[in-house]
């Protein structure tokens, strides 16, 4: 199967990329997120199976490009709880409190925001206890983390918030 020039030029860019350089935050992501949404169907399995042989800072790149309205991007970020690497992990739940519609500010602290959500998304995390609990899991091992659990917990009628 030959692959697009989309799939090879995501490839590219993911592998000369880091999640944390500022060419990466500032504008190469953006390159990122547009040739992802180029890929066809068949092109995104291949990428996303791909993506377990790749190197975290590929993976962190990857993760943080998916948007979960589509439903296999969604799945790929839930899937990446459960990466070898600590800064996937971050990246990937850090990504699906945004994208579940809670939010974090100097004011306000972590909040609810209804117009972040992705609402498939948000059923498909809250309704699945072993996605819930592997987020739990994650966030008690970070206090700016748990502030985001604390607030989900109450959205998702999941457990009390710890203290």
Known sequence: ?????????LDALLTKS???SMDWCEYAYEDGEELLSRLNAEDRAVLFHSAKTKPASWRGCLVSI????????GEVL?????DVDDNV?????DR????????????????EDARIRVALFWDRVRLDQ???????????KNSYLAAYWNVF?????????RP
Not at 78 to 82: K, M, N, R, T, W
Not at 89 to 93: D, P
Not at 97 to 110: D, H, R, T
């Open 1 to 9: 199967m030959q692959q697009t020039n989309a799939v090879v030029e």
């Open 153 to 161: 917990s109450k959205a998702t009628g999941a457990r009390e918030p």
């Open 130 to 140: 072993s996605v819930v609990e592997r987020i739990e899991q994650i966030s008690q």
């Open 66 to 73: 998916l948007h979960p309205s589509k439903a296999d991007e």
């Open 18 to 20: 880091d999640p944390d």
């Open 96 to 111: 699906i409190y945004f994208f579940c519609g809670f939010n974090c500010s100097a004011k306000k602290g972590v909040f």
């Open 78 to 82: 839930i899937g990446a709880l459960s």
């Open 89 to 93: 992990v971050g990246e990937a739940l």
